[in-house]
Every structure is written in C-alpha cells, then in structure tokens.
T-cell receptor, first 113, second 111 residues
C-alpha cells in the first residue's frame, strides 16, 4: 500500500491515559502534517514536521501534546493525560515539499471515556 | 477577513447539472491552490491542484484560478449523487508558506 498509513483506526482511552497515534507517510514523502477534526467542523492544523525536525507547531496545545518524526520509523502524535475534549478524528498527511499537495491517511478516531 | 473563505452551503444541485464551488483568499502572494473532497466520516481526498491562472481540467472537474481577483473555483460537470460531499479549498500562502484551509462547502446532488 503506497498511501499514508495511520494506526490505529480507532482508539479508546480513559481519562488520564496516554494516546499514541502513528503515521507512516507515503513513500518518498518527507513532510508530515497532523490535523484534528471535530464532527461537522473544519480541519484544524496542529503540527508540521520533517525528518527529525518540528517545522511549525503553532496549532499544537502547549501542554499534553507532542509530536515527533524520527529518522527511522513513523511520525508519532502523543497525547498525555487525555481528557474528554481530546475526542476527535486525527488526520495525518504527507507531501514531498512546499508546493506539492498533501495526501491524507484514513485518520485515527480517538474516543476518551 | 478570513484568509481562505468558502460559502458553507449547503449547495444543492440536481443530478446532471454543473456544480460551481468558490473560494476566495486574502494573500496576494499565494502560489499553490488545492481542492479536496471529504465524505462524512472520511479523510480529505485530493481532487485538483492548480498553480497558474486559467483553467485546469481533469475529467468532470475543472479548477479555475484568477490571481488578480484572488479566487479559485471548482466546477463539477454532470454532477452525480456520489459527488455529494464537503469540498475543501486549501491555499499555500506566499508570505510564510503555510497551507490555509477553508471550512468547506457542503454539496448535495439530488437524484
């Protein structure tokens, strides 16, 4: 499968637990973006990363959220001590560079109980 | 003024008609423009990219870009019920290279 791979597709966590969302970009793509979307709402940018670098994290909450894109392996979006308000669809997208379009994964639906 | 604006709709067209979706943007230096389709509960799917003034056609879809007037539109010919979705406009700004998203236009194609 040459597309953007996200896992898990669905993730259920209790309040206070940690959530780890994984994203493997398309082959040849070195730019990764994370977005969050609530039902019936628009895409909300969270963070933009290249290999081993965070380029723009202006959309990421200052606390509990972190993201990485290591030299080897997938990009990880980590949410510590989840709260009910973190329940949303989290989409990862990848691209080859600045002017190229983003290609999205199928998303991870996080439910916090 | 929002950086990227779309009419939220819903836009309702009969099957077989042309659907016209519009998007305006505020940064005159913007260079890259994208249209995505998003079905309910699914991820956005790229339909078209356009980078220069004029029309770009791909099957039933035509993207139109007018940088002087700062708008980009998407025409869907011979609309089908399966085209019913939310259409998202995304613009790569010129100043800080950020990708700015509109909130989307909901399209309903009625059989």
């Amino acid at each position: 499968n040459a597309g953007v791979m996200q896992n898990p597709r669905h993730l259920v966590r209790r309040r206070g637990q940690e959530a780890r969302l994984r994203c493997s970009p398309m082959k040849g793509h070195s730019h990764v973006y994370w977005y969050r979307q609530l039902p019936e709402e628009g895409l909300k940018f969270m963070v933009y990363l290249q290999k081993e670098n965070i380029i723009d994290e202006s959309g990421m909450p200052k606390e509990r959220f972190s993201a990485e894109f290591p030299k080897e392996g997938p990009s990880i979006l980590r949410i510590q001590q989840v709260v009910r308000g973190d329940s949303a669809a989290y989409f990862c997208a990848s691209s080859t560079g600045d002017n190229s379009p983003l290609h999205f994964g199928n998303g991870t639906r996080l439910t916090v109980t | 003024q929002k950086e990227v604006e779309q009419n939220s709709g819903p836009l309702s067209v009969p099957e077989g008609a042309i659907a016209s979706l519009n998007c305006t943007y505020s940064d005159r230096g913007s260079q890259s423009f994208f249209w995505y389709r998003q079905y309910s509960g699914k991820s956005p799917e790229l339909i078209m990219s356009i980078y220069s003034n004029g029309d770009k056609e791909d099957g039933r879809f035509t993207a139109q870009l007018n940088k002087a007037s700062q708008y980009v539109s998407l025409l869907i010919r011979d609309s089908q019920p399966s085209d019913s979705a939310t259409y998202l406009c995304a613009v790569r700004t010129g100043n800080n290279r950020k990708l700015i998203w509109g909130l989307g236009t909901s399209l309903a194609v009625n059989p």
